[in-house]
């Protein structure tokens, strides 16, 4: 209990510092929604090595705790909504079979900027702001790709036992 | 790479494909800006003039300007600065959004609108 309270600790953590390292490099295109997610690839790796529940705790913590320090309570909202139904999917999609990392951070990445579009629709009330959709699909897909590549890196080096 | 994760690919491409060939297909050059907080329109204004207009919430503020047919957002305090850094609009559909605001300014078609005030089902 202790070692899973610790490695969770750092998992948070790391999450946090990774937020806050896309706030120090936004993406300058004025579109809401771009991003890296470097958060996801962490979150990633606790999916592969402990599964979707201490993943999605992890994530829910992060979101928080991110939006406190760097966001708003609306960036909240939004983020929550796009990080639960993204690690929804991509734990359906592992548990189905048949993807990598690459194609689990894609369809995690994808759903983030859906569930958070969404949401925004929901909230101000307006079905025009679903006209980003298809750049978003475009930039998450790109931008799962690399946390993809990355998160199957990290996998490998992670060593298994930390999680026991 | 699996075979898979390159089906998930190409289909999400070419949702976008679809998706970026209907916008095309439907934009027009529009006549006004609305700015709308919390899904209520706050300012409306003709792209054909130009002005700027503060908008002033709870949430926060952003300042609207319209010059050259365009409309932009120019200042906000917003944590993200995502509307500010969006490119000026004139298209019908076009929006720029403020998440942290909940502010929406988007590009409407001022004529068309009004012909179907006009006819009543």
């Given amino acids: ?164 | 790479m699996k075979r898979r994760d390159i089906v998930l690919i190409g289909v999400v491409l070419f949702m976008a494909a679809v998706g970026f060939l209907f916008l095309s297909l439907v934009k027009q050059d529009g006549e006004k800006a609305v700015v709308t907080v919390d899904g209520k329109e706050v300012w409306s204004h003709s792209l054909s003039e130009d002005a700027v207009y503060t908008v002033k919430s709870r949430n926060g503020s952003n300042v609207v300007r319209i010059q050259g047919g365009k409309a932009s957002v120019t200042e906000a305090d917003c944590p993200d600065q995502i509307c500010r850094k969006h490119k000026a609009i004139d298209k019908t559909g076009e929006t720029i959004v403020c998440l942290p605001h909940k502010l929406v300014v988007e590009i409407k078609d001022g004529t068309k609108e009004k012909e179907y005030d006009g006819i009543t089902i």
Avoid at chain 1, 7 to 14: A, E, I, Q, S
Avoid at chain 1, 85 to 91: D, H, P, Q, V, Y
Avoid at chain 1, 127 to 138: A, D, G, N, Q, S
């Fill in chain 1, 1 to 164: 209990m202790t070692r899973r309270i610790a490695v969770d600790g750092m998992f948070l953590t790391l999450a946090i510092v990774v937020s806050y390292i896309e706030v120090l490099l936004p993406i300058p295109v004025g579109i809401p929604g771009v991003k890296i997610g470097l958060a996801n690839g962490v979150i990633m790796v606790l999916l592969f090595f402990t599964g979707w529940k201490r993943a999605l705790f992890i994530s829910v913590l992060r979101i928080l705790l991110a939006g406190m320090l760097f966001g708003n309570p609306m960036t909240i909202v939004y983020s929550l909504a796009g990080g639960i139904l993204s690690i929804f999917l991509m734990a359906l999609l592992k548990k189905a079979g048949g993807f990598s990392a690459v194609g689990l951070s894609v369809a995690g990445g994808v759903a983030h900027n859906l569930g958070q579009l969404s949401v925004a629709v929901c909230l101000m009330e307006n079905v025009r702001i679903y006209y980003y959709t298809p750049i978003l699909l475009v930039t998450g897909t790109i931008a799962g790709i690399a946390i993809g590549v990355l998160t199957a890196g990290l996998v490998k080096k992670v060593p298994a036992n930390l999680f026991q």
